[in-house]
């Protein structure tokens, strides 16, 4: 992120997020937190993330409350999974399955963790297998690390799929990896949380954890609770009719404001998308950065509202008049006929592009899409947005316009 009070917001929202949960656990008074993986990515190896984690916890443990946690894959390649020590309060399972009972009153039903932890960075077969047979007359609840049968941008760990979840006869399963909330109600429930935070545009929309409660009938009920700091959103912004630079700034103003209040998080950081038929239209591509710049002033008048980025698809009203005699469309239509819609210049695009992500880290080599097909949409968008931009610089020239 250029800005970097920005920058600094979500590189600390994370760590908020988790105080939040922390807060919730003390002020809900539950028996038990539990973590279903991937506390820190692989790379971290700063101690403070160490010491952070522990002092949060150990407010769990002064206050009587549990605290249940497996490995997921990026704990596994961790150094500080090997160093951090926690409270007595804290079980971490280790790469045996085991059940362990949660400490309740006297008299309380008893009620089961299940937990198995990833020993390597990577499970390619399913660990439902693995766990310990339900315990009787407990509730019985499974702590897993899992892909399912495969998500978008996630690649597959301990792969399986929910009726082998309910094949095993626990009342709840808590899961973790996919960024992604999803709830399966039932004589087995089985929630996928997402996570508390998001970290970049690809995580937008609520964050939430899960508060369950287990009734004395022993049914599982559910309720989700917001915990993110910032909340990241895309919003369109529809340009058809405005003329002038004037009316577009409030236009995004009044935009900002709308989907500033229709989130629940302290900060919406937004991406912008502007569409339809202006006057305006070359401008705006051309004028990006300086539009960038009006839309973060608004957003700053509005509080706790951030702009991420800009990104325009609009058209001259003309661009849709078949007759139309503008040169410049007359272009467009000859390079995107000649040219990007060509065999030879698609191949020759896919094989530079290709060439470019083998030389970049592994954990980067996603940001053309994490499979061939969302690879060559990307690819096909770059190659559109780079003929826009060259357009709009054009039809600057032509009007000699140089503001």
């Known amino acids: ?14 760590r908020r997020a988790f105080v939040r949960i922390i ?3 003390l002020e809900e008074r539950v028996d038990a937190l539990l973590l279903a993986g991937d506390l820190y990515d692989g790379d ?4 403070k993330t160490a010491r952070f984690l522990a002092e949060q916890l150990r407010r769990l443990s002064e206050a009587g409350i549990q605290a249940f946690i497996i490995r ?16 007595d309060s804290v079980k971490v399972f280790g790469g045996r399955a085991e059940a362990v009972s949660v400490e309740r009153e006297a008299g309380a039903f008893p009620v089961v963790i299940h937990g198995l932890s990833f020993t390597q960075p990577h499970a390619p077969e399913s660990l439902v297998g ?3 047979p339900v315990v009787d007359d407990a509730v019985n609840i499974g702590l897993m690390h899992t892909s399912l049968a495969g998500a978008p941008g996630h690649d597959p760990y301990a792969p399986c799929s929910l009726a082998d979840l309910k094949g095993t006869g626990f009342h709840y399963w808590a899961l973790g990896h996919v960024h992604k909330r999803m709830v399966e109600e039932g004589p087995c429930t089985i929630v996928m949380p997402g996570i ?4 970049d545009m690809g995580e937008s929309g609520g964050k939430s954890v899960t508060l369950v409660t287990i009734q004395d009938d022993r049914t599982i009920q559910i309720e989700e609770r917001f915990t993110s700091l910032a909340q990241f959103e895309r919003a369109h912004v529809d340009a058809t009719g405005i003329e002038n630079w004037g009316e577009l700034a409030a236009l995004i103003g009044r935009s900002l404001e709308q989907a500033r209040h229709g989130i629940a998080a302290e900060h919406l950081v937004a991406r912008l998308h502007f569409t339809g038929e202006t006057p305006l239209a070359w401008r705006i591509r051309r004028d990006i950065d300086l539009l960038t710049a ?4 608004r957003a700053s008048v509005i509080g706790g509202c951030w702009v991420e980025k800009l990104e325009t698809s609009c058209q001259t009203p003309s661009a849709a008049n ?3 005699s503008d040169p410049l469309l007359e272009l467009r239509g000859l390079i995107t006929d000649g040219v990007i819609g060509s065999d030879a210049f698609r191949a020759e695009l896919i094989t530079m592009a290709d060439e470019l992500r083998r030389k970049l880290p592994g954990e980067c080599r996603d940001i053309f899409g994490s499979d061939e097909e969302s690879f060559k949409d990307s690819l096909a968008l770059l190659a559109q947005e780079g003929m826009e931009d060259v357009l709009a610089r054009l039809h600057a020239g032509e009007k000699g316009d140089h503001t």
């Open 23 to 25: 807060d919730l656990c």
């Open 322 to 324: 078949e007759g139309s």
């Open 130 to 132: 693995k766990y310990k």
């Open 1 to 14: 992120m250029r800005d970097p009070d920005l920058a600094s917001l979500i590189g600390n929202a994370t």
């Open 196 to 199: 508390p935070q998001g970290r």
């Open 72 to 87: 997921g894959n990026h704990d596994a390649s961790s150094r500080i999974t090997k160093e951090l020590v926690f409270p």
């Open 44 to 47: 971290q190896t700063s101690m």
């Open 294 to 297: 009006e839309a973060q002033d």
